[in-house]
């Protein structure tokens, strides 16, 4: 069955310490996104990462940090410098290389709620 | 950057009615305009999408237009049904950018 997978589902933290999302995929996808989905403000993006140890900054990275050193693996660390933590976060993934096109599909996971207790 | 629009916010129609979410960009270099539904607890996932160089485009219930020179994008459902009811994102991306910029959602609500 291939797909994208994020663990856990539910996810609670003290206030102060850090916590990593889990985000797997064996699609063989080139590239791997985190966003995160507050009430009314859509999806936006944390970080992305198009190759192997390489990745960007998103629109809201301040707090995040992330790693590639899996093509099918990219988890995300919310470090304690994040002040509002707590939101839905989605990972997803695409194709980039070898299809020939310039416009490819994203497919999500089925999303972590963080909670900061 | 590309800043994404999206009207309605909620949208609640009966079931059989149609569905109109209206959707707005900024930059002139996107030419790719993906549709994405998300249902309670679960990830978006792609249900149609459109290039800059078609104004339509039709898929069973669902079609999606594109007006590039006014820079606005539509998403219209007909006969809506009950399944229907999800958050609906729009998305504006520039080709071969790979980073889509998505509207803040809308939330349908088709009612039996």
């Known amino acids: 069955d291939g797909g994208i997978t994020q663990s856990p589902k539910y996810l609670f933290r003290k206030e102060g310490q850090n916590v990593t999302l889990s985000c797997e995929q064996n699609l063989n996808h080139d590239a791997m996104y985190w966003y995160r989905q507050d009430p009314g403000q859509g999806l936006r993006l944390i970080y992305y990462?198009?190759?192997?140890?390489?990745?960007q900054k998103g629109d809201i990275a301040e707090g995040y940090s992330v790693s590639r050193e899996k093509k099918e693996s990219f988890p995300l660390t919310v470090t304690s410098a994040q002040k509002n933590p707590t939101a839905f976060y989605l990972c997803a993934s695409s194709i980039i290389f070898g299809t020939g096109s310039s416009y490819n599909e994203q497919f999500f996971g089925p999303g972590t709620r963080l909670t900061v207790l | 950057g590309e800043n994404v629009e999206q009207h309605p916010s909620t949208l609640s129609v009966q079931e059989g009615d149609s569905a109109v979410i209206k959707c707005t960009y900024s930059d002139s270099a996107s030419n790719y305009f993906p549709w994405y539904k998300q249902e309670l607890g679960k990830g978006p996932q792609l249900i149609i999408d459109?290039?800059?160089?078609?104004g339509e485009k039709k898929d069973q219930r669902i079609a999606v237009t594109l007006n590039k020179t006014a820079k606005h994008f539509s998403l219209h459902i007909t006969e809506t049904q009950p399944e229907d009811s999800a958050v609906y994102f729009c998305a504006a991306e520039a080709g071969g950018s790979y980073i889509p910029t998505f509207g803040r959602g809308t939330s349908l609500i088709v009612h039996p």
């Open positions: 990462s198009q190759i192997v140890n390489d990745f």
């Open positions: 459109i290039r800059s160089n078609v």
